[in-house]
């Protein structure tokens, strides 16, 4: 009795399963799931500043024609979904370790990368990293070249002199890059002051150099930020906490590759990283006050409340007083004065406008 009642409940069991089951329409053949890469454009925004565009660029990349992992192309298209602007490919003349694998034109890498970047119109800047030891002279980025083949040259400073003969736009690279302190050698200082340098790196990779700040207001050199890609930028984990690369913001008067030029050639820059800023003390005042746009909230007996509206992708970090106090990206938030205040001193703690000098800035209520 007890055996048959067992059978009893695994046939009812059993019923049930089968009653629960239901064919689906799946084609049997193959199934399409969705893609694990998309066409997706990420969107950084800048307000106009001054009347000029912020452009983001990152001036210094390489690709498998010298020390990087990547073909050329795949460097244009990371820029594009990242929502960049424009960048260049500056691989290494004298370091080319895959030299057996590509061919020995230094354009090569250019050529590939402009096919990519035409059909996407994204701007690509034509560039070469003239290569020597980072101790005693270091590495030099020159940016809208004509032939990168012409600039293959012995002597150090024949090569920056035939990137100026080619109206190039050339960069002091990482001065504080596998070295303990940042100082300035015989070679550099001859070339500064031969005008063979327009623009210096104050952030390179993950480093900041701030002591480059200093030397670039005094020589009147373009301060740049710039990833040094060797290997894929990233675009999982840490893109999700808002780790982006370097980028400078060039303030240009168009959004062409003639007007990234020319803004690089009149100092007009910002160097972006880690959601740090540096740059020139007025580029870094009329940026606050084109990113952040003020109006009274409301009026008390003592104190008046007023808006603060930031328009930029850059979170402002400041303090009002003692108050610490921070102003998301494309966020608001609100301070109090008392009432009939005109202006009110803010220091931005995350705009250094000279070596560790960050900027003051009297932003005005009325
Ligand atoms: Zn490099």
Request: charged residues 20%; glycine residues 6%; aromatic residues 10%.
């Amino acid at each position: 009795m007890k055996r048959l009642t067992t059978f009893a409940l695994f046939i009812a069991l059993f019923c049930t399963a089968s009653a629960q089951q239901t064919t689906t329409n799946l084609n049997v053949n193959k199934v399409f799931y969705p893609s694990y890469s998309s066409n997706e454009r990420a969107t950084i925004s800048f307000p106009k500043v001054n009347g000029y565009e912020v452009i983001t660029c990152d001036f210094h990349t390489h690709t498998m024609f010298s020390d990087g992992l990547v073909w050329p192309a795949l460097r244009v298209s990371e820029a594009w979904s990242e929502g960049m602007d424009a960048i260049a490919i500056t691989d290494h003349i004298e370091y080319r370790p895959f030299r057996n694998y590509t061919v020995n034109d230094h354009n090569t890498s250019f050529n590939i990368a402009k096919e990519s970047a035409d059909k996407l119109g994204f701007l690509l800047i034509k560039g070469t990293e003239i290569t020597r030891t980072q101790s005693i002279m270091g590495h030099f980025n020159a940016l809208f070249i004509k032939d990168a083949n012409l600039i293959d040259l012995k002597d150090p400073k024949e090569a920056l002199r035939e990137a100026r003969r080619q109206g190039a736009f050339i960069i002091w690279n990482h001065p504080g890059w596998a070295v303990d302190s940042t100082y300035i050698r015989a070679f550099q200082q001859e070339v500064i002051d031969e005008g063979l340098i327009d623009g210096v790196e104050v952030f390179n990779n993950t480093e900041f150099y701030p002591r480059v700040m200093k030397w670039a207001i005094e020589k009147g050199l373009t301060v740049i930020s710039a990833s040094d890609v060797h290997g894929n930028i990233e675009k999982s984990r840490l893109e999700k906490y808002g780790v982006h690369r370097p980028l400078t913001l060039v303030f240009a008067k168009e959004r062409t590759l003639e007007g990234i030029h020319e803004a690089l050639k009149s100092g007009r820059t910002l160097a972006y990283f880690n959601n740090t800023l540096a740059g020139k003390e007025e580029l870094a005042r009329d940026f606050v006050k084109a990113s952040i746009k003020i109006s009274p909230l409301g009026t008390g007996t003592k104190n008046t409340d007023y808006l603060l509206v930031n328009q930029s992708d850059f979170t402002f970090k400041f303090n009002q007083g003692k108050k610490i106090l921070e102003l998301p990206a494309n966020s608001s938030t609100f301070i109090t004065v008392p009432n009939n205040t005109s202006s009110v001193n803010l220091i931005f703690n995350n705009i250094f406008i000279n070596e560790n000098i960050v900027l003051a800035h009297d932003l005005q209520l009325k």
